[in-house]
């Protein structure tokens, strides 16, 4: 869960430096919300702090209404079963919005997890972020509304926008596939619609997040592929981080350069981008070419889908180069798993039997002999599942613990302000 077990670690190194209460408090709460019954035992022998400390951070998430009791634990060997705690469902809720460039898919959601109520808006991502997030802020409210919920309610918006994003200041920036929203602060819009925290990640990015807790824990480090209107990747470290590099434009892969094809102008104003052989639009105009016809998207996946020869030649050629890149990562980073996303990877095994094929040939024999690589287990979700436990985390992370902890009459800000 995020830098969980790193920030464990740290508590164990040496019990003499007194943790910051807060950063102690976030490890308590998290790993309660790793699982769905955690006892004052459990909590003690993770963290290696005394059981009067977590007795301690147990009360004043308790106090806030942060956790709550979940009744008896495991029964053990002997004795009555302890009292076991969970996140508690009741504080609040979170909101998602996974931005791609044609539909938003929207969630409300508890802190343990559970799905309160979705929602979809159909329009593509080029209207520009004033009329886009307003009718987002206006969906929420509604979805809110409809469960007797309003805006205090929200602890916190986790937004996944399909391009470049600077994590730090909440903002999409030079984004090829999102004319107007260069600079746009998407943090600050939300915040100060309704007050809460605000997180904004680049959408492959928490696809990769969500794939990697399906896992819980096994398969890491995790390096996810989606390939659709653009080309992008996501990592997930060994410890369970989402590597976002110094300005969050780790794994952007899309515009890394493929050598043989220096001459095919990206939208990102270059040339022999990756996103220009292999997004799903760039396939589309290959087909046309060969075919001498005008193929639109789902024109493409319909003529995959029945093996017409010419579709499914450029498809495995571009299938080629994504493998290529990736063989260049799979050296680079070590993955345990790559996990191949997109509408277009899941009507066809050729994609994924390319790339393995290419990956294995070309990348180094130590980095592959454990390696696997599949299809995304989430499919459309991945981003929704990985916004939310983006937001959760966010929730329970020290500033987020703080912010919710604060007395009364505090003039802490949200994050996005």
Same mark, same amino acid.
């Given at each position: 869960?995020g830098?969980?077990?790193?920030?464990v670690?740290?508590?164990?190194?040496?019990q003499?430096?007194a943790?910051d209460a807060?950063?102690?408090?976030?490890?308590?709460?998290?790993?309660?919300?790793?699982?769905?019954?955690?006892?004052?035992?459990?909590?003690v022998?993770?963290t290696?702090?005394?059981?009067?400390?977590?007795?301690?951070?147990?009360?004043i998430?308790?106090?806030?209404?942060?956790?709550?009791?979940?009744?008896?634990?495991? @029964?053990?060997?002997?004795?009555?079963?302890?009292q076991?705690?969970?996140?508690?469902?009741?504080?609040?809720?979170?909101?998602?919005?996974?931005v791609?460039?044609r539909?938003?898919?929207?969630a409300?959601?508890?802190? +343990?997890?559970?799905?309160?109520?979705?929602g979809?808006?159909?329009? +593509?991502?080029?209207v520009?972020p004033?009329?886009?997030?307003?009718?987002?802020?206006?969906?929420?409210?509604?979805?809110?509304?409809?469960g007797?919920l309003?805006?205090?309610?929200v602890l916190?918006?986790?937004?996944?926008?399909?391009g470049?994003v600077?994590?730090?200041?909440?903002?999409?920036v030079r984004?090829?596939?999102?004319?107007?929203?260069?600079?746009?602060? /998407?943090?600050g819009?939300?915040?100060?619609?309704?007050?809460c925290d /605000?997180?904004?990640?680049?959408?492959?990015?928490?696809?990769a997040l969500?794939?990697?807790?399906?896992?819980?824990?096994?398969h890491l480090?995790?390096?996810?592929? =989606?390939?659709?209107t653009?080309v992008?990747?996501g990592?997930? =470290?060994?410890?369970?981080?989402?590597?976002?590099?110094? +300005?969050?434009?780790?794994?952007?892969?899309?515009?890394?350069?493929?050598?043989d094809?220096k001459?095919?102008?990206?939208?990102?104003?270059s040339?022999?981008?990756?996103e220009?052989v292999a997004?799903?639009?760039?396939?589309?105009a290959?087909?046309s070419? /060969?075919?001498?016809?005008?193929?639109?998207?789902?024109?493409?996946f319909?003529?995959?889908?029945r093996g017409?020869p010419? &579709?499914?030649?450029?498809?495995r050629?571009?299938?080629?180069?994504?493998?290529?890149? /990736?063989?260049?990562?799979?050296?680079?980073?070590?993955?345990?798993?790559?996990?191949?996303?997109?509408?277009? &990877?899941?009507? &066809?095994?050729?994609i994924?039997? @390319?790339?393995?094929?290419v990956?294995?040939?070309?990348?180094?024999?130590?980095?592959t002999?454990?390696?696997s690589?599949?299809?995304? &287990?989430?499919?459309?979700?991945?981003?929704?599942?990985g916004?939310?436990?983006?937001?959760?985390e966010?929730?329970?992370s020290p500033?987020g613990?703080?912010?919710?902890t604060?007395?009364?009459g505090?003039t802490m800000?949200?994050?996005?302000?």
């Open positions: 869960m830098s969980l077990w790193t920030e670690g740290l508590l164990h190194q040496d003499n430096l943790p807060v950063a102690a408090r976030s490890v308590v709460a998290r790993l309660i919300a790793d699982d769905e019954q955690v006892t004052r035992t459990d909590l022998k993770a290696g702090l005394a059981r009067s400390t977590i007795e301690n951070h147990l009360s998430l308790l106090e806030y209404g942060l956790i709550e009791d979940a009744g008896p634990g495991p @029964q053990g060997s002997r004795g009555r079963p302890a076991a705690f969970r996140v508690s469902p009741s504080k609040g809720v979170v909101l998602v919005a996974d791609s460039s539909t938003t898919r929207l409300v959601t508890t802190l +343990d997890k559970q799905v309160v109520s979705r979809e808006i159909k329009m +593509d991502v080029t520009g004033d009329q886009l997030l307003g009718e987002i802020a206006s969906a929420f409210e509604a979805m809110l509304a409809e007797g309003g805006a205090q309610d916190v918006i986790s937004v996944g926008l399909p470049p600077d994590a730090k200041l909440g903002m999409a984004p090829p596939l999102m004319p107007g929203w260069d600079g746009f602060g /998407v943090c819009y939300f915040a100060r619609h309704f007050g /605000v997180i904004v990640d680049n959408d492959v990015h928490l696809m969500g794939e990697a807790r399906s896992y819980r824990g096994e480090p995790l390096l996810m592929i =989606s390939i659709g653009g992008g990747g990592f997930v =470290s060994e410890s369970g981080n989402l590597l976002h590099g110094a +300005d969050g434009a780790a794994a952007d892969i899309g515009h890394s350069k493929v050598p094809m001459d095919l102008l990206c939208r990102c104003g040339h022999g981008c990756l220009a997004s799903i639009s760039a396939m589309a290959r087909v070419a /060969v075919r001498h016809d005008d193929v639109g998207e789902e024109q493409l319909e003529l995959l889908v017409d010419a &579709t499914v030649s450029v498809v050629e571009s299938a080629t180069v994504v493998g290529q890149v /990736v063989a260049d990562l799979v050296n680079f980073c070590n993955p345990a798993r790559i996990v191949l996303g997109g509408a277009i &990877t899941q009507c &066809t095994e050729d994924l039997a @390319q790339v393995r094929s990956v294995y040939q070309q990348a180094q024999p130590l980095a002999r454990n390696l690589l599949v299809h995304s &287990t989430l499919g459309n979700e991945a981003g929704l599942i916004g939310m436990i983006s937001g959760i966010q929730v329970l500033r613990i703080a912010y919710h604060r007395p009364a505090s800000q949200p994050l996005g302000l």
